[in-house]
């Protein structure tokens, strides 16, 4: 079992950047394969991000291509999200998980999760 913290959530204005981080844990972090999901009020928890054990490989959403990146630091077991040029519309709480096996996009492939931390994106 892996236990997962986000951090780094807060006020942004439109066209500015935050940093995302999630520390891992538990069982050794670098067996997991990690994403990060966003969820706004009143929609459905949504992918964002994924990366596999070793970092070698990374996946986003269309909506956050080109603006976010994903990695992880497995000697400090801890995955980030970098985000920039935000937008209103990424607004949401943001969530990291955790799976063994490779990366995934389904929210329901992954079997651990933290609390989440709010990102508000003000236009």
């Known amino acids: 079992q892996v236990q997962l913290v986000e951090s780094g959530g807060g006020l942004v204005q439109a066209g500015g950047s935050l940093r995302l981080s999630c520390a891992a844990s538990?069982?050794?972090?670098?067996?997991?394969?990690m994403g990060w999901f966003r969820q706004a009020p009143g929609k459905e928890r949504e992918f964002v991000a994924a990366i596999t054990w070793s970092g070698g490989n990374t996946y986003y959403a269309d909506s956050v291509k080109g603006r976010f990146t994903i990695s992880r630091d497995n000697a400090k077991n801890t995955l980030y999200l970098q985000m920039n040029s935000l937008k209103p519309e990424d607004t949401a709480v943001y969530y990291c998980?955790?799976?063994?096996?490779?990366?995934?996009?389904?929210?329901?492939?992954?079997?651990?999760w933290g609390q989440g931390t709010q990102v508000t994106v003000s236009s």
């Open positions: 998980a955790a799976r063994l096996g490779g990366r995934a996009t389904s929210r329901g492939d992954y079997d651990y």
């Open positions: 538990g069982r050794t972090f670098s067996a997991y394969a």
